[in-house]
Each structure stands twice: as C-alpha cells, then as structure tokens.
C-alpha cells in the first residue's frame, strides 16, 4: 500500500469527488433542486432557457471556486493545528518569562 502523499500524486485520492448517498442529506434538496428546475425550465423559452443555462454555468463557477477557497482554507488550518501539536510538552507547561 502507498502512503497518502504518493496516492495523492498518482491521483487516487481526489478531495472534491463526493457521492451524494441515497437518503443522505444531500438527497432531498438535490431532489427538490431537480423537480423545481424541471418545472421552471418548461415554462422559459428557448432563449430565457439559454440565459439560465449561463446562470447555472456561472453558479457553478462560483460554487467550485468558494469549494477549493473553503478546501484551501480548511487545509492550511489542519496543518497549523498539526504543527502546533509537535510542540514539545515542556513548551506548553512551563511558562517562558524573557
């Protein structure tokens, strides 16, 4: 077995896949985001269809790119964390006067 660091580069780990479960919290708005789109989309024409199909696209874009901000934030915190926890025990329980 590789560890993580060489998964991650051959690609088998991909922090933005996520499968949405059947009956898991995703599942009922992704439901209801469906069916309320269906029934908006019959009512446009053919144009005011294609501009929501360009407002889709543009939340989209927006959505992926908040998602790799939150990722890079939440990221970068966990590594402060990670860091800070090898701080030595003499570090955190004797108090350093200078």
Do not use: W
């Not at 439901?31 to 269809?49: G, M």
């Not at 025990?89 to 004797?94: G, P, R």
């Amino acid at each position: 077995m590789r560890n993580i660091i060489e998964e991650l580069y051959y690609g088998n780990i991909c922090p933005m896949d996520r499968q949405i479960v059947k009956g898991g919290d995703y599942s009922h708005p992704l439901h209801l985001l469906t069916r309320n789109e269906d029934s908006l989309t019959e009512t446009l024409t053919q144009a005011q269809q294609e501009a929501f199909g360009k407002y889709k696209d543009c939340v989209s874009e927006l959505n992926e790119a908040n998602e790799v901000a939150s990722f890079a934030i939440g990221f970068k915190l966990g590594m402060r964390l990670a860091v800070e926890s090898m701080i030595s025990l003499e570090d955190i329980t004797e108090p350093k006067f200078e």
